[in-house]
């Protein structure tokens, strides 16, 4: 795949690592958040994978796989799943949506390969082909107000709205917030022929609309507590860890290679971790990045004269953002015996950046069912 036409327009500045060959920003992202929320803004997304699945059983075999209910996916309805493993650890997370004839699944441009590879094996007699679409089609997003995009899309381009606002009644939201911040985040995205995203970056040089970049997209994302797979995801993940079942898993549909351990987590357990918002100290103008050690400091009710604060380390961070309003946040990732209260400190850049932590998924997080409790045997009243 050549560069991205948007890379050309003026003021962009390439964004690196995980989101390399898409704009960072085009010279300011404290407003490019702006218009992005006032629905004025086009963020390039060409970097993400794009695959396909055809055939006739195409919806009852996926809905075999996901944590989502894709069988009674209706023609233009948008849902997010997760694949997870056999211990329910989160493998790939996929946005998908169908149109009738084929079923597209937007994810991480690096999970591509290896998704495609995988479903391919899974095919078995079925009637079904996978594609990786990637280099014929790509993505845009916006986060318009109703059913409008901020410019027009070539026919046939296909739209994929972000369910984390909505709550899905059949999932389950561990955040006790009544303001959940995810109310806000409107993210749409489309799916159009790769071979016209010149024109879309035409339209936005002649001002029918605002570039934004990555940059500001994520702050926006992190400020909604909204998860994304290649930055909160690790090896060990479960989708509870991250409040993920409120928009990627169905607790009333089927067997799935890892429902017994979503459905004993949910019933009987507790996330072994958590996600956090952290708002950061942001004197020393640092912003940490993912990896860093998140630290909790213990002092003692009555410490002894000269005696140092206790230190552990107690998670890390995943994402971290300059928001518009809000200043330095980011989302962490810490162990569910770290109390609401505890002061935390990010150690980043060889300094100590002091961190307030929001509860997202709470520390008191745990069965949604009472079990009963049966007598004990022998014992008479």
């Not at 085009?26 to 490019?32: A, D, I, L, R």
Request: hydrophobic share 45%; with cysteine; proline share 8%.
């Amino acid at each position: 795949m050549s560069g991205s036409p948007f890379l050309v327009l003026p003021g962009a500045v390439p964004a690196e690592g995980l989101d390399a060959g898409v704009a960072a920003h085009y010279g300011n992202p404290m407003v490019e958040q702006r218009r992005l929320e006032q629905g004025r803004a086009v963020v390039d997304l060409s970097h993400r994978g794009v695959l396909t699945v055809t055939g006739p059983d195409r919806l009852t075999w996926l809905n075999s796989m996901a944590s989502q209910r894709l069988d009674r996916l209706a023609p233009g309805e948008s849902a997010e799943a997760l694949f997870l493993d056999a211990a329910g650890h989160v493998e790939h997370a996929v946005h998908a949506v169908d149109d009738g004839e084929r079923t597209w699944l937007v994810v991480e441009g690096s999970e591509a390969p290896s998704l495609a590879s995988w479903l391919d094996r899974m095919r078995f007699m079925l009637r079904v082909e996978v594609a990786d679409v990637t280099g014929q089609y790509a993505v845009v997003a916006a986060m318009p107000e109703g059913d409008g995009f901020p410019i027009d899309l070539p026919e046939g381009a296909i739209r994929w709205t972000d369910p984390w606002r909505l709550e899905l009644s059949n999932g389950h939201r561990y955040s006790h917030d009544p303001n959940h911040p995810g109310a806000f985040w409107r993210s749409v995205e489309a799916i159009v022929p790769r071979a016209r995203l010149a024109e879309l970056a035409e339209a936005v040089r002649s001002g029918r609309a605002e570039p934004a970049g990555v940059l500001a997209l994520e702050a926006l994302r992190v400020a909604a507590w909204r998860p994304r797979f290649a930055t909160e995801v690790d090896e060990k993940t479960l989708p509870h860890e991250l409040d993920w079942l409120r928009s990627a898993v169905d607790l009333h549909k089927g067997c799935y290679r890892g429902q017994e351990t979503v459905a004993k987590v949910v019933n009987l357990g507790r996330p072994p971790r958590r996600l956090v918002l952290l708002h950061l100290d942001g004197s020393d103008t640092v912003l940490p990045k993912p990896g860093d050690t998140v630290v909790g400091v213990k002092v003692r009710p009555e410490p002894a004269p000269g005696e140092e604060p206790e230190r552990r380390a107690v998670g890390h961070v995943t994402s971290a953002a300059l928001h518009h309003e809000l200043g330095p946040i980011a989302l962490a990732v810490v162990k569910r015996s770290v109390p609401p209260g505890l002061e935390l400190i990010v150690e980043s850049h060889g300094i100590d950046v002091a961190a307030a932590q929001v509860e997202i998924v709470p520390a008191d997080a745990g069965a949604a069912v009472e079990v009963p409790r049966l007598p004990r045997l022998g014992v008479r009243p």
